[in-house]
């Protein structure tokens, strides 16, 4: 693990360790302990209590945060004929078939989410081996192969988020900015952490929300008292 500089040991002087913030304090703490020379990413990280290697715990999907993520997507959409101009219409940044399927395959990457409609899957999955690994392949959980394509393109630049278990049995969200006002990085979290709470396996055992931690790019991660967060989902 790398060495961290003087500006972290700074920072995790202001966080205790050993407790759990309400979330209020935690985004408090995060902007003080930021010290990045750009407008950091804030991400949250959800530790639960699932199996990742059972079929029946894996958690995915996407939610549209209600202030969006801070960053603009790039969309790139794969369809035929009329929805075409649908995604154009949208905002779609990209919009084909064949022509973008070859760039990727050479090497192009000047996306942040693909959209593709259904009868479009066939070709696209032969990208599976270039676009899985960075976590770019279309599925429908996530709403993103879809013939509803405005739509899809709509949730996209208004601040959608994907989120995955990962094979630690983890979840990884960015929830803004830390230039975002508190109230409107709190209601991202919300959002996201009420997505979380409902998509909880039936077969989880135990506790659920093991633990939850907030961080900047730069900064040190903060842990989140989960029981703390007003959620109408009961975990």
């Known amino acids: 693990m790398a060495k961290k500089g003087k500006k972290y040991a700074e920072a995790l002087k202001l966080v205790d360790r050993n407790k759990a913030y309400p979330i209020s304090e935690a985004i ?15 991400e949250a990280a959800f530790r639960l209590g699932v199996d990742p290697k059972k079929a ?15 960053k603009t997507q790039r969309v790139l959409v794969f369809a035929k004929g009329e929805k075409l101009k ?10 084909g078939d064949a022509e973008f399927i070859n760039k990727i395959n050479q090497g192009w990457f000047e996306f ?69 006002e508190d109230n409107k990085l709190k209601e991202n979290f919300s959002t996201i952490f009420d997505t ?23 900064g040190p991660g903060i842990k989140v008292d989960p029981t703390a967060v007003k959620t109408a989902v009961e975990y």
């Open 28 to 42: 408090e703490l995060i902007k003080k302990t930021d010290f990045a020379k750009f407008d950091a990413t804030v």
């Open 86 to 95: 649908e995604a154009e219409a949208a905002g779609a940044d990209y919009v």
């Open 112 to 180: 942040d989410v693909i959209v593709a409609t259904p009868d479009m899957m066939g070709e696209v999955g032969k990208l599976g081996r270039i676009l899985g690994p960075k976590g770019l392949m279309p599925n429908p959980k996530t709403g993103t192969v879809t013939f509803d394509v405005e739509k899809a393109v709509n949730e996209i630049k208004a601040g959608k988020v994907e989120y995955r278990l990962d094979k630690a049995g983890i979840i990884h969200v960015p929830i803004g900015k830390v230039s975002f």
């Open 196 to 218: 979380i709470a409902r998509a909880k396996p039936a077969s989880a055992k135990g506790t659920y929300m093991r633990s939850v931690t907030v961080t900047s790019t730069m």
């Open 56 to 70: 029946d715990q894996q958690i995915r999907g996407a939610v549209v945060l209600p202030n969006g993520t801070g």
